[in-house]
């Protein structure tokens, strides 16, 4: 009958020992009905996390039925054997616990012993001084970690433990280790130490108190998705106490913590006594318990970051602490390691399988993943790290999707759940690097729990290898030990491997041997950063050993540095690196001669490295790393650098490109008789400064253009003249903090008018203010406009010069025109055509001699003619349209052949919309209309319209069904070309109301800005279906018009 | 148009500053069939005002009307194929290209542009100008390797093509190249000469000129012929009536190397000298080539400096300067310059300076 409860005893014994409070919180915030409790820890847990005994299962029944029927005693029998190990360990702590107690591990010097109180989580740290204590409680920590505690009552393991403490002088290793948990001593010598001293127990890593603990917190934060809400001891509470302690936060005595224990305690029995007198009670409220219980749990769910990513240099302990604490959680450890198979495909299915099934073995432990060395293979590596993403980011997709079925599922037995996920991770993953910043891990970075493994303290290394190399009977001093394990960096592994080495070889380790032959040193390249690291700072240990022989030192730090630099490779990064560094650097160097002979160094290595790459002549790069070393020996200091990856080379070289390209494609703009003599150099050094000030004259009043007097016109024309020549003009842009630093007047608005291209920014660095005058935005509206008009005139001439080539007669259509129209005044359109047409032919018949004041002039004086005309003019509109709509008369009929069931509701908005005075405004000012007879008469015209829509054009230009070019600008300047032949189109304007149907052959929209404008339309079937692609066409904006052949 | 291109000489005839060359190659090209040519001088000499005059002398007025190209050549180059793209200016007589903006594939370039040309040889009935012009643009951007390549071809096309080399400094020619051309040496204008192409401008624009101003910005322009007219357009800009003492806005890359001079004297630390380095990048990312701000942040420091470092102050800058010369040279400078060599170079404008103040003699007294 005492059987099992002192089992459980001794679990929550060992369990404390272990430094485990989730295992076993002994007081659980509701009391749970003691016979169902055990029922389930028997039943699920115990199998999971120890390795099962047989016999007890078979007994559980048994002991159930004992429980309950002397529940009463029960209670005693927890009272009773509840108290003496505490007792036990208090004599242990008390005595010890004068000389050094501390909540800090850090503060105690040598071994400690982490004690930590079962009712708050609190934790201190206890010197051990006496190698009895330390002997006992190791004692207890491998039988307790070794599970083989069956049958043994706990008042004979501690007669035993008292016996062994009495007996500790003796030779113990051999004797004490009962059972299996330790090999025998003929095994000894054919194992290496390495394995041999493994550490098996929590306790027992020499890795960094705080990394264990996070690593321990974030696998026990797994509890509740992998092994459900079973686990009690995964309750909030003892989570908070784990991350309190891995944050060390808190400053509570260690007196006070046992006592709340120790009150704790018997509130826990006391609970357990109530709870199982009111058992009908708690069992008709089982369930809602269950279900907050269940609540809770999810509230801890599984960790936010689903990987591990545990990182540092190699033997430091990495894979070990992976080990011992997925083992000390109840897991079941799989490891793939670098030597395994890591193809995509196969580390897939490895992972699925241990991710997502539970094993039908024995061992139905569930299952955590090591991924050891993921960074160690580049390609087949990567695999792994792409499973592990796709996992992740599915379970971030179904995360949302999965809410609500968690929700419905939350009353339903636990078990359940775990088939409902399916790619998604459901155990935890560890993965394992040794170096963080290997670009094959630079997405798992993001995601994952990333902990950088540091050097464990050489006092705590050195007393390790003490500890064996006793146990091994091998002779050493600590002060070997201590060189040792600052020759090795603290690795262990290399330390154990050196130390075997010597014993077969019956050598003593001396301080000599270590910088001889002897001690291999590991062929390791390291990090970037590492190595920038180590150029930049003394090294401590190295300085204490100056006072043994300060030549062989430099030597030694010499051949180190040399071999790290060479092994990294890399050798422009380095230099990068240290290159970006160094000024940062805080060195006494009072004459900066330092400072120049650091920097000559740096010349010298990029000289060096120009030349390599020139001559390709690989093998003079051995000559690099002496030049890091000169820096290190020049600027290095003890305390830590702080540093940056040289990210300004690559972001400098960006902006450099940048600003060449701005400048390329705007030079290529430029006519050729300009950018022949303009070169990026004279461009920058001579001509962009002045260049700005010509082109933001300050006199230039911000007022209308009809307000500006003859000279102020002058001058404004020269500026549109000089801009148009050099293709500029300004654009919208969203106010930038950096320009407008650069002007004086800064408009608050959101968006400014700025140069395109933005040749301002050639002058703009950081840190200068320059005193530009910067154009007020309604002068820079004007500008833009001028400019436009300015450039699409040119562009016209160009055009209908290029097209008049074989129609000289034009010239004197032209002139006819133009005389016949001053005559008739009566004919509005043709006369503001006409106007149009002088401006545009004034220029044209003067072409070469290309004065553009003159142009301006003309089109001024022929925009305030218009004006004038204007008043009459408006009368007259509807019946001049009129006259002309016989177009649209004969149209119609032609469409009503085609399409038959145009409504008339329609036919009558078309009507409405036709009768519409074709007005487009230029410039805000004068309308003009489209001179439809004019186009009819004329053999070949250009004109200019603005903003008009394609729609429109056609629709006008088709009423005379021309065959015609269109060239049409809109306002940025791209330009498409409609080649109409002649066939019926529905022209539809935005609402998809139909305008006009027009007969055209064939619509050819070339475009350039490669926008929706490839447009080809063939036969008259597909327009329906096509209409809306029309409509964004023909709703483009044109600006100018020009017909090349009429029939 | 700005008065820079706006009076920019289209004849040999109108040239006004080097009108003795002008006269020169009138003669030789009217007497006799032109050789190669390779114009060198500073930039903003009018090296090539001179030479676009004397094609449109050779030519006619065609040769202005040129159209811009965007050519890709598809080049066997034994292992592979290399696919080029430049942009050429071209007439019906001559062709202009920079075969330096290739980079390290300006040998094919060359070779290819020369051989195409020679291919369509323009057909003349009279027998005249059977040839075509190539006008090369920053030769001494050029590598060895093209100039090797550009030497042979010269040679073997020469009764089809000839070459007008057009570049700064003649010593980064090889000496094979520069004994196949006639040496046009184009120096920068004095400053006698700038006032007087003023004048002609003001007179042309029909403003008045103050001599004491045209002068003032003929000192202030570097010997650039385009700098002084750009100034003088500025400031007919910015104020009209001129003034004798009106302010003259300066070029702003030489404030801000101003600022830096004065950055450098002001204090010598690394920690200055994070900052000047960081300043020196902006001039570098701003396109302003390492070789004119070195130029120009010596001239500031000359005039701040004790006499006994200006010397070494001196020889500092005139290595770095052929540092990055050599750089330049061998390796066509496509690249931004790597920001080691532009710290050593700042680096090395400082170790005078730092001497001279462990020394008995402080900078600032």
Known sequence: MHIPLPEELELLEANYQDLDPPEQDPDPPEPVPPDSLPLEINGHKRPRSDTPKSPIDVDEPQFDEKRSRIVDNDDEDWLRYSTPPPQARDDARVEVEEKFVSRYASEIDGDCLPVTAPSGGDRVYVKISSSGVEERVKKLDVRAHSNSLTSEPIDALLQKVEQEAFNKALNSSSEGQSDRSLPEKPVVHEQLWVDKYAPNSFTELLSDEQTNREVLLWLKQWDSCVFGSEIRSTSEEVLSALRRHSTISQNKKQNDSSFTRKNRGNRWSNGNFRNSNNLEYENSNSKGIQDSWHKKTRSTGPPEQKVLLLCGPPGLGKTTLAHVAAKHCGYHVVEVNASDDRSSSTIENKILDVVQMNSVMADSRPKCLVIDEIDGALGDGKGAVEVILKMVSAERKSNTAKENVAKEDQSEKISKKKGRKKASLLRPVICICNDLYAPALRSLRQIAKVHVFIQPSVSRVVSRLKHICNNESMKTSSIALTTLAEYTECDIRSCLNTLQFLDKKKEILNVMDIGSQVVGRKDMSRSAFDIWKEIFQKRKTKRLRNSVSSSSNVSNEFDFLHSLISNRGDYDVIFDGIHENILQLQYHDPVMLKTVKCLDCLGNSDLMHQYIMRTQQMPLYVYQPPLAITVHRLVSQIQKPNLEWPKSYQRYRNAFMEKMDIFKSWHSKIPPYISRHLSTESFVEDSISPLLHILSPPTLRPVALHLLSAKEKNDLAQLVSAMVSYSLTYKNTKSDPLLNNLGNEVSHDVSTLSFDPPINEFITFKGYRSNHYVLALAVKQVLVHEVEKQRIMQVTIGKSEHLADGYKENMDLAGEEDSKTESAKTNNAAVSAKLIEKSKSLPYSRQCNPSTSTVLTTLDSSRSSTASVKPKSSGDTKKSFRSSSSFFDRFRKLSGKVSQDTDNAVQKATVERDSLPLLFKFNESINYQLPLDYFSSAGFRSFLCYQLPLGRVLQMLLKGRFECVISCYHRLFCYLFVIVEGIYVNVLDAKGIQIHQMFIMCLYVHGDAAEPLSVQLEKDGTWARRSVSLTTVFSIPIVAVTICRSK | ?365
């Not at chain 2, 001559?94 to 903006?101: A, G, K, R």
């Not at chain 2, 291919?119 to 190539?134: A, E, S």
């Not at chain 2, 002001?266 to 300043?279: A, C, D, I, N």
Request: net charge positive.
């Open chain 2, 1 to 365: 148009m700005l008065w820079a291109d706006k009076y920019r000489p289209k004849t040999l005839d109108q040239v006004i500053v080097h009108q003795d060359i002008a006269q020169n190659l009138k003669k030789l090209v009217t007497e006799q069939d032109c050789p190669h040519l390779l114009f060198y001088g500073p930039p903003g000499s009018g090296k090539k005002t001179l030479i676009m005059a004397l094609l449109r002398q050779v030519f006619g007025p065609g040769a202005e009307k040129v159209k811009v190209e965007n050519k890709t050549w598809k080049i066997d180059a034994g292992s592979r194929n290399i696919d080029l793209e430049l942009t050429t200016l071209s007439s019906a007589n001559h062709v202009e290209l920079s075969p330096s903006d290739a980079g390290f594939q300006d040998r094919y370039v060359v070779r290819e542009v020369i051989k195409e040309m020679a291919k369509n040889r323009p057909i003349d009935t009279k027998g005249k100008r059977g040839f075509k012009v190539l006008v090369l643009n920053e030769v001494d951007k050029l590598s060895r390797e093209a100039q090797h390549s550009l030497r042979r071809t010269m040679e073997k096309y020469s009764a089809s093509c000839r070459l007008i080399l057009c570049c700064n400094s003649s010593s980064k020619v090889t000496e094979a190249i520069r004994s196949r051309c006639l040496n046009i040496r184009i120096n920068s204008p004095t400053e006698e000469q700038i006032v007087k192409v003023l004048e002609f401008i003001a007179k042309k624009e029909g403003l008045q000129l103050p001599s004491g101003f045209a002068t003032r910005l003929a000192e202030k322009s570097n010997r650039s012929l385009r700098r002084a007219i750009l100034s003088f357009e500025t400031c007919r800009v910015q104020q009209y009536p001129f003034k004798d003492n009106q302010a003259i806005p300066a070029m702003d890359w030489e404030e801000f190397v101003f600022e830096i001079a004065s950055d450098i004297m002001q204090e010598q630390s690394p920690k200055r000298l994070f900052q000047v380095r960081g300043k020196l990048y902006e001039l570098l990312l701003n396109c302003v080539p390492p070789v004119v701000v070195l130029k120009r942040l010596l001239y500031e420091l000359l005039k701040r400096l004790d006499a006994e470092i200006k010397h070494e102050v001196c020889h500092w800058a005139a290595y770095y300067v052929s540092i990055s010369f050599q750089i330049l040279f061998i390796v066509p400078l496509v690249d931004f310059p790597s920001p080691l060599e532009c710290s050593a170079q700042a680096a090395y404008i400082q170790p005078p300076l730092i001497r001279a103040n462990s020394g008995p003699v402080a900078l600032h007294s």
